[in-house]
């Protein structure tokens, strides 16, 4: 009797059963109709990091993400391919170790004569590499992005902003030379002079700084809000004294940043604060613990730090516009309009926001929030 082993059917199953076990780029799995793993490749024990004897009889679910469980996708997709005969999907998947990867999946669903649904094959390529590349692609066209308007609002200044102040210097040495010899209107221009050309360096100082802003988290480390707000106010002393301003500080938290950074920001809030009022000043900072929703919809929890105000305020319609470089909302008091878009951007670089309440008349309320700080 022939050996059915040598016969050409058993041949070509034998080195098609071979050929599957032996791929190793692809995983390939055969389930039943529960999803319960039944054959398993090399190339699934090499993408997925299970051994054979690990996981045969579990159920290919614990490849997903907890939150994919809780939602039920293995189950969807096991009856998308029931219903269509395949069923298609990209996304992380969990290795053995707990290490994620980007995969793409097909499965299959695989019929007896009947037609009925005896099992599925599913096979995933890891695609993490493509992934990263993507991401990374956003990244640098975003980077390119936030470049090009940088240089956009840099030949702004320079065509605008800077050359106001270089206007006066020359028109006031013009009337300086005219005046030479008449002493009191020549010091006079002299002091225009000299004061246009101090807004001049204080704008390309305020520039710089806008510009000059790190996203290297190698540099953040815990900061007490506390200690910086001392740092700061001991720098406005001398105002403070002199606009007999009040101030009403509660207890603040310590967070993850960048020292000069955070004393950047504090330092133009509460230089606003003081400046923006035609009376008294009366500032009053608080803290409150905070969950907040960011661009990427993960709730985030963490510190509100308000900066509370009497000054002269302005119509809320303006409150995204007040954080544009170069934007000012009173033509009433100095500035160069870049203070309150470099806290927009101090606070973004620390994964955190700021946002504004205001009313003409009524004062401001600046609120910055910064992430908790998470210790091991």
């Known amino acids: 009797m022939k050996d059915y082993k040598s016969t050409p059917t058993y041949q070509s199953e034998y080195r098609f059963q071979r050929m599957i076990e032996e791929v190793q780029d692809y995983a390939i799995i055969l389930m039943d109709e529960d999803g319960t793993i039944q054959n398993w490749n090399k190339g699934a024990q090499k993408i997925k990091g299970y051994n054979e004897q690990e996981i045969i009889g579990k159920n290919f679910s614990l490849f997903y993400l907890p939150e994919d469980q809780k939602e039920g996708l293995p189950g969807k997709l096991i009856n998308e391919a029931k219903l269509n005969g395949r069923a298609t999907h990209e996304g992380w998947r969990v290795r053995k170790d707990g290490t994620t990867f980007w995969g793409f999946i097909v499965i299959t669903a695989l019929h007896d004569e009947q037609n009925n649904v005896i099992g599925f094959t599913k096979v995933t390529r890891d695609l993490t590499e493509r992934k990263l590349a993507e991401e990374q692609k956003e990244r640098d066209a975003k980077s390119i992005e936030m470049q090009n308007k940088r240089l956009e609002e840099f030949a702004y200044v320079t065509s605008h ?216």
Not at 269 to 278: E, V
Not at 318 to 323: G, L, N, P, S, V
């Open 161 to 376: 902003d800077l050359q106001e102040p270089i206007r006066k210097i020359r028109a006031f040495t013009d009337l300086a030379k005219a005046e030479i010899d008449d002493r009191e209107k020549l010091e006079w221009y002299l002091g225009k002079i000299d004061s246009s050309a101090a807004k001049m360096v204080q704008l390309i100082k305020d520039v710089l700084a806008f510009s000059k802003l790190s996203h290297d988290h190698t540099q953040f480390i815990p900061v007490d809000l506390n200690a910086q707000l001392l740092n700061v106010l001991s720098e406005f002393e001398v105002l403070i004294s002199e606009k007999q301003a009040v101030l009403e500080v509660s207890n603040l938290p310590v967070i993850l940043g960048v020292p000069v950074q955070i004393h950047q920001l504090l330092s133009n809030l509460i230089s606003n604060a003081i400046k923006f009022n035609r009376g008294i000043p009366h500032i009053y900072i608080s803290c409150i613990p905070v969950f907040e929703i960011g661009d990427d919809l993960q709730q985030k929890s963490g510190y509100q730090i308000n900066f509370r105000d009497n000054g002269i305020g302005f119509d809320q319609k303006y409150a995204q516009k007040a954080f544009e470089p170069f934007e000012r909302l009173s033509s009433e008091f100095k500035g160069t309009g870049i203070g309150l878009a470099l806290c927009k951007r101090i606070s973004e670089n620390h994964k955190g926001s700021i946002k504004v309440q205001s009313e003409p008349g009524q004062g401001s309320t600046f609120s910055v929030f910064f992430p908790e700080l998470i210790t091991e």
